[in-house]
Nanobody, 124 residues
Framework: QVQLVESGGRLVQAGGSLRLSCAASGLTFSNNVMGWFRQAPGKERVFVAAINWNGGRTSYSDSVKGRFTISRDNAQNTVYLQMNSLKPEDTAVYYC?????????????????WGQGTQVTVSS
Protein backbone atom coordinates (compact mmCIF):
# COMPACT_ATOMS: atom_id res chain seq x y z
CA GLN A 1 0.00 0.00 0.00
CA VAL A 2 1.46 3.31 -1.10
CA GLN A 3 1.57 6.07 1.49
CA LEU A 4 2.76 9.64 1.14
CA VAL A 5 2.86 11.58 4.39
CA GLU A 6 3.52 15.31 4.36
CA SER A 7 4.74 17.29 7.34
CA GLY A 8 6.18 20.69 8.18
CA GLY A 9 3.25 22.97 7.50
CA ARG A 10 2.44 25.66 10.03
CA LEU A 11 1.67 29.35 10.51
CA VAL A 12 4.53 31.62 9.47
CA GLN A 13 4.93 35.36 8.92
CA ALA A 14 5.39 36.83 5.48
CA GLY A 15 9.05 36.79 4.50
CA GLY A 16 9.71 33.67 6.54
CA SER A 17 10.76 30.18 5.51
CA LEU A 18 9.44 26.65 5.87
CA ARG A 19 10.60 23.23 4.79
CA LEU A 20 7.97 20.67 3.95
CA SER A 21 8.76 16.97 3.93
CA CYS A 22 6.97 14.06 2.31
CA ALA A 23 7.86 10.55 3.39
CA ALA A 24 6.96 7.80 0.93
CA SER A 25 6.43 4.10 1.53
CA GLY A 26 5.04 1.17 -0.41
CA LEU A 27 6.62 2.16 -3.73
CA THR A 28 10.04 2.10 -5.35
CA PHE A 29 10.76 5.73 -4.59
CA SER A 30 13.59 6.19 -7.06
CA ASN A 31 11.33 5.03 -9.90
CA ASN A 32 9.01 7.97 -9.38
CA VAL A 33 8.88 11.61 -10.28
CA MET A 34 7.79 13.51 -7.19
CA GLY A 35 5.72 16.64 -7.24
CA TRP A 36 4.29 19.27 -4.94
CA PHE A 37 0.90 20.86 -5.54
CA ARG A 38 -1.13 23.30 -3.47
CA GLN A 39 -4.77 24.17 -3.05
CA ALA A 40 -6.04 27.41 -1.57
CA PRO A 41 -9.57 27.66 -0.17
CA GLY A 42 -12.13 27.80 -2.96
CA LYS A 43 -9.53 27.27 -5.66
CA GLU A 44 -8.34 24.34 -7.71
CA ARG A 45 -5.21 22.35 -6.94
CA VAL A 46 -2.23 23.80 -8.79
CA PHE A 47 1.28 22.69 -9.57
CA VAL A 48 4.18 23.98 -7.47
CA ALA A 49 7.26 21.90 -8.30
CA ALA A 50 8.46 18.53 -9.54
CA ILE A 51 11.71 16.59 -9.46
CA ASN A 52 12.99 13.63 -11.42
CA TRP A 53 14.35 10.43 -9.91
CA ASN A 54 17.86 11.64 -9.08
CA GLY A 55 17.22 15.35 -8.64
CA GLY A 56 18.94 16.19 -11.88
CA ARG A 57 15.86 17.86 -13.34
CA THR A 58 13.37 20.10 -11.62
CA SER A 59 10.42 22.20 -12.67
CA TYR A 60 8.66 25.07 -10.90
CA SER A 61 5.58 27.17 -11.37
CA ASP A 62 6.30 30.78 -12.21
CA SER A 63 4.74 31.90 -8.93
CA VAL A 64 7.37 30.11 -6.81
CA LYS A 65 10.42 30.10 -9.09
CA GLY A 66 13.40 31.57 -7.29
CA ARG A 67 11.77 31.23 -3.86
CA PHE A 68 11.05 27.49 -3.52
CA THR A 69 13.41 24.57 -3.98
CA ILE A 70 12.41 20.94 -4.39
CA SER A 71 14.85 18.19 -3.48
CA ARG A 72 14.81 14.51 -2.63
CA ASP A 73 16.72 11.93 -0.63
CA ASN A 74 16.23 8.51 -2.18
CA ALA A 75 17.95 6.80 0.74
CA GLN A 76 15.28 8.23 3.04
CA ASN A 77 12.39 7.95 0.54
CA THR A 78 11.66 11.59 1.19
CA VAL A 79 11.01 14.64 -0.95
CA TYR A 80 11.36 18.17 0.39
CA LEU A 81 10.07 21.61 -0.49
CA GLN A 82 12.14 24.47 0.88
CA MET A 83 10.03 27.62 0.82
CA ASN A 84 11.68 30.99 1.30
CA SER A 85 10.40 34.56 1.13
CA LEU A 86 6.90 33.35 1.83
CA LYS A 87 3.95 35.52 0.86
CA PRO A 88 0.34 35.51 2.07
CA GLU A 89 -0.69 34.19 -1.34
CA ASP A 90 1.35 31.04 -0.63
CA THR A 91 -1.27 30.09 1.96
CA ALA A 92 -2.71 26.71 0.96
CA VAL A 93 -2.80 23.03 1.71
CA TYR A 94 0.33 21.53 0.17
CA TYR A 95 0.21 18.04 -1.27
CA CYS A 96 2.98 15.78 -2.45
CA UNK A 97 2.37 13.35 -5.28
CA UNK A 98 4.16 10.50 -7.02
CA UNK A 99 4.24 9.75 -10.73
CA UNK A 100 5.74 6.55 -12.09
CA UNK A 101 8.41 7.05 -14.72
CA UNK A 102 10.87 9.74 -15.68
CA UNK A 103 8.84 12.54 -17.21
CA UNK A 104 8.15 15.63 -15.13
CA UNK A 105 4.58 16.85 -15.24
CA UNK A 106 2.69 19.88 -13.97
CA UNK A 107 -0.66 18.15 -14.43
CA UNK A 108 -2.32 16.70 -11.34
CA UNK A 109 -3.99 13.94 -13.35
CA UNK A 110 -0.57 12.62 -14.33
CA UNK A 111 0.24 11.65 -10.73
CA UNK A 112 -0.74 8.25 -9.39
CA UNK A 113 -0.47 8.74 -5.64
CA TRP A 114 -1.20 11.61 -3.28
CA GLY A 115 -0.61 12.51 0.33
CA GLN A 116 -3.21 13.92 2.68
CA GLY A 117 -1.75 17.43 2.64
CA THR A 118 -0.22 19.81 5.14
CA GLN A 119 -1.51 23.31 5.87
CA VAL A 120 0.74 26.30 5.27
CA THR A 121 -0.56 29.67 6.44
CA VAL A 122 1.39 32.85 5.78
CA SER A 123 0.32 35.89 7.75
CA SER A 124 0.89 39.43 6.52
Amino acid sequence: QVQLVESGGRLVQAGGSLRLSCAASGLTFSNNVMGWFRQAPGKERVFVAAINWNGGRTSYSDSVKGRFTISRDNAQNTVYLQMNSLKPEDTAVYYCAARAGAVLSATALAYNYWGQGTQVTVSS
